[in-house]
């Protein structure tokens, strides 16, 4: 389809001649109306004629298109835009094109040469701009262009003026590409080469003659399309041909250590080091920049190998880095937290807890009969597993550790947590994703590592981890935590989108919401969450907060969601933490200490869907999420129900894990339904069925509706036996401890589901 402009209205400044008179010819040849601007001045800026205007509208006009002239210097950049609202009621795209010379030899240049390649060229494009923008911002749809030149990018003899004036436009359409983008303003700048009568003193008439404005005006008309999604690019063109500029820098070299002074001989010793561009990185962004820049101040206070570059950990945008098949399945090493109920209590308090309301003291006084620990104080332990910086360690997963983001979490308790003890976690990359490049990631979680926050909605190659971690107590696997990370810059390397490993996030019913609770934070909610164990300066040194674009320090995201989360426990739950079984949510923004917190919830069955917002602002801060809750005595009166605990349970439970982790693979080896009945002193207890036959699998409770293929009975000791190794099937079928009913050959096939399981 070819590209049309039929409803737009262009603005082109200095259109009388050269490359704006092409632009102008082209837009009108595709539809676009256009207003023809040109002062008519010679090619120092002195004089003014309406003839160069007037020409190309005739031109235009006799060619049957739209077009009218306008005479301003572009130093009246309102008059401009007004003659494109007077004539076409709008104003749709603006190309900055105007331009004059005044080449003199640096020292010869004088402040009228100056001042004038700065009013035309810098001054008048921004006058021009800043008129349109307000309707291009109204309208949700803005194009537009600044001419550079090649003696801004790289210096050129005699051309002081003009140099500082056109780079000088590239610094000013990289904002504007910021300011913009959500407005659908895009705004790309070009470095032109064409004959024309300012290259015709410095080109010879040949080249002049072949280097034609028509090489350049299509790339033009492309960056100004709706279709056209460049936005804050610099490109130079001519001769028909286009190639894209960008930034590199160095690795770099750290000149500093800790405790000592930064010296000029250390700078010296460096000097090769800072200017090496092997391995070169390409920041795109103040953020990107900055980031490797603050790394470095942690990097030296904790001594860290400071003959590195900031960015030694491998380049962010490297895709040579990430290798899933290497790192998929690596075990972070195992971490041990050990905690008395000082710690429960504190956690407790940190997510708002207090003695004013009577039913939290189960959860603030050791002395109380229910005394018992918070459930999502279930993330405290395994978060050491993944802060203690064993990822960038990992075979095939070379990642930058400051790019590393904490996205999403998903809890799930398999038995209520005890107040005091020493806890094992394991963690264990669950997949890895790419987001790709140019995939539009709303990447707004909190930085785990460093004190950033990233652009809110940044179109970087990213990549996605979602990172399983088990907690044990002695050999009891107590809870299951996802931590779902996104690393920025690190995809792009050809792995998939998306992952059943990953814990889904749920959108909320589309209903109002059935109950909503509101609670203030503290001004010291941060303060005290952190005592918790995530000493991220971000949350309380307000120059950290400063450094990631923050106002003050902010709430961590992980105190939000132990607000929300015993929001639940409270209305739905009656602060039973044993009702407690699972919770997923996604962090969107960030909340400071001293708002509200405000979560909506919904309630569908067993799962609490829950939304959190900031009270004060409305902003939505945790997305996507709910929690599960064991049914009540009433509900689940209908199910057999177990006397005491069955060891069974937490079996099943990590089986059920692992169909949820990788069903898919199972139902195509296994291709069967299980059936199992549990029995204590004789009494069937508990039912379960593994369905490893239909969709991606599953893992039922109770009664089924559908057939088994095989079904097994044993006591809730005997399975143990048999599932620890300690008792051969076989045997406990012979001597009649296990009973089997239909497929006997089938319960060969159950190895699958519970190999490899060293803990079970
Ligand atoms: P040109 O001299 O043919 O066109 C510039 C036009 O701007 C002229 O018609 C002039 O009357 C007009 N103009 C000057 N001051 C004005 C003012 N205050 N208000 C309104 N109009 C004004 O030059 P050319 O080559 O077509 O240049 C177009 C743009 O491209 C300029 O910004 C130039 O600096 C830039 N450029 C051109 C290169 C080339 O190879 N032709 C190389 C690099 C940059």
């Given at each position: 389809m070819s590209l049309t402009f039929d409803r737009r209205v262009v603005l082109v400044t200095g259109?009388?001649?050269?490359l704006g008179k092409e632009y102008a010819l082209a837009f009108a040849e595709r539809g676009a109306s256009v207003?023809?601007?040109?002062?008519?001045?010679?090619?120092?800026?002195g004089g003014k004629s309406s003839a160069a205007a007037d020409k190309v509208v005739d031109e235009i006009k006799a060619k049957g298109g739209k077009a009218v002239a306008n005479y301003d210097s572009v130093e009246d950049g309102e008059k401009l835009v007004q003659a494109a609202l007077d004539a076409f009621g709008r104003i749709d795209i603006v190309v900055n094109n105007a331009g004059i010379l005044r080449d003199r030899s640096f020292i010869r240049t004088s402040d009228l040469d100056w001042d004038l390649i700065h009013r035309v060229h810098l001054r008048g494009s921004f006058l021009v701009t800043r008129a349109a923008w307000n309707h291009m911002k109204k309208q949700k749809f803005g194009r537009i262009i600044m001419t550079a030149s090649a003696a801004g990018i790289y210096g050129n003899f005699g051309q002081a003026n003009y140099s500082a004036a056109k780079l000088g436009l590239l610094g000013l359409s990289n904002t504007l590409a910021i300011e913009g983008r959500k407005y659908n303003i895009h705004c790309n700048t070009i470095a032109p080469v064409a004959g024309s009568r300012l290259t015709e003193t410095v080109m010879p008439p040949d080249l002049v003659a072949a280097l034609k404005p028509e090489y350049v005006a299509p790339m033009v008309l492309w960056l100004c399309h709706e279709q056209c999604q460049e936005n804050g690019g610099l490109f130079e063109v001519g001769a028909g041909w286009i190639g894209k500029l960008r930034w590199e820098r160095t690795q770099g070299g750290i000149t500093r250590q800790r405790n000592q002074p930064m010296t000029p001989e250390a700078v010296r010793d460096q000097w090769d080091k800072v200017c090496d561009f092997t391995d070169a990185t390409k920041p795109t962004s103040v953020q990107e920049s900055l980031q490797s820049i603050v790394s470095v101040l942690s990097k030296v206070e904790s001594g860290q190998?400071?003959?590195?570059?900031?960015?030694?950990?491998?380049?962010?945008?490297?895709?040579?880095?990430?290798?899933p098949t290497a790192a998929v399945g690596q075990k972070l090493p195992p971490t041990t937290f050990s905690f008395s109920h000082t710690q429960c209590i504190l956690y407790a308090l940190g997510v708002?807890?207090?003695?004013?309301?009577?039913?939290?003291l189960r959860f603030l006084y050791?002395?109380?009969?229910d005394f018992g620990c918070l459930p999502?104080?279930?993330?405290i332990p395994s978060q050491a597993a993944m802060m203690?910086?064993?990822?960038?360690?990992?075979?095939?997963l070379k990642i930058d550790?400051?790019?590393?983001l904490h996205g999403e979490q998903y809890l799930e308790l398999?038995?209520?947590?005890?107040?005091?003890g020493q806890l094992t976690s394991e963690a264990t990359i669950a997949d890895i994703l790419d987001k790709g490049s140019?995939?539009?990631?709303?990447?707004e979680g909190e930085r785990v590592l460093t004190v950033f926050h990233p652009p809110d909605c940044t179109a970087v190659k990213s990549l996605s981890l979602p990172l399983s971690v088990n907690t044990y107590s002695g050999d009891e696997l107590l809870c299951f935590n996802q931590f779902s990370v996104f690393v920025v810059?690190?995809?792009?390397?050809?792995?998939?989108?998306?992952?059943?490993?990953a814990k889904p996030l749920v959108p909320p019913p589309q209903?109002?919401?059935?109950v909503v609770l509101v609670d203030s934070t503290t001004n010291d909610q941060a303060a005290l969450y952190?005592?918790?164990?995530?000493?991220?300066?971000?949350?309380?040194?307000p120059s950290f907060a400063a450094m990631g674009g923050f106002q003050a320090p902010i709430l961590h995201g992980l105190c939000s969601f132990g607000f929300a989360a015993r929001h639940v426990l409270k209305q739905?739950?009656?602060?039973?933490?044993?009702?407690f079984k699972a919770i997923k949510v996604r962090f969107v923004k960030p909340v400071m200490p001293g708002q509200s917190l405000q979560t909506e919830m919904w309630k569908e069955g067993s799962r609490v869907h829950i939304q959190c917002k900031?009270?004060?602002?409305?902003?939505?801060?945790?997305?996507?999420a709910y929690v599960d809750l064991h049914e009540t005595a009433e509900t689940s009166q209908c199910l057999p129900q177990a006397?005491?605990?069955?060891?069974?349970e937490l079996v099943f439970a990590e089986i059920g894990r692992r169909i949820q982790d990788s069903g898919g693979e199972l139902v195509k080896k296994v291709n069967a339904v299980f059936g199992w009945e549990i029995t204590k002193d004789g009494k069937n207890v508990a039912e379960w069925t593994i369905d490893l036959?239909?969709?991606s699998g599953a893992l039922h409770r109770g009664a089924y509706g559908g057939k088994t293929d095989v079904t097994f009975t044993a006591s809730d000791e005997d399975f143990m036996e048999v599932v620890q190794g300690k008792l051969n099937p076989q045997k406990a079928f012979f001597s009649g401890k296990l009973k089997i009913r239909g497929?006997?050959?089938?319960?060969?096939?159950?190895e699958v589901i519970l190999k490899d399981h060293a803990r079970l």
């Open positions: 259109a009388g001649g050269g207003v023809v601007n040109d002062l008519g001045a010679d090619s120092k800026g190998d400071v003959d590195a570059g900031p960015t030694s950990a491998p380049a962010a945008s490297s895709t040579s880095g990430i290798n708002g807890m207090s003695t004013k309301d009577p039913d939290h050791e002395g109380h009969p999502t104080f279930g993330v203690d910086g064993g990822l960038s360690s990992l075979p095939g550790l400051t790019q590393v398999y038995k209520s947590l005890p107040t005091s140019g995939a539009v990631i709303l990447l810059g690190a995809g792009g390397f050809g792995g998939k989108r998306t992952s059943e490993k209903r109002a919401p059935d952190r005592l918790s164990g995530d000493w991220n300066p971000l949350h309380i040194d739905f739950a009656g602060n039973d933490p044993g009702r900031v009270k004060e602002t409305g902003a939505v801060v945790l997305s996507g006397e005491g605990d069955l060891q069974s036959k239909n969709g497929n006997v050959m089938l319960g060969q096939k159950l």
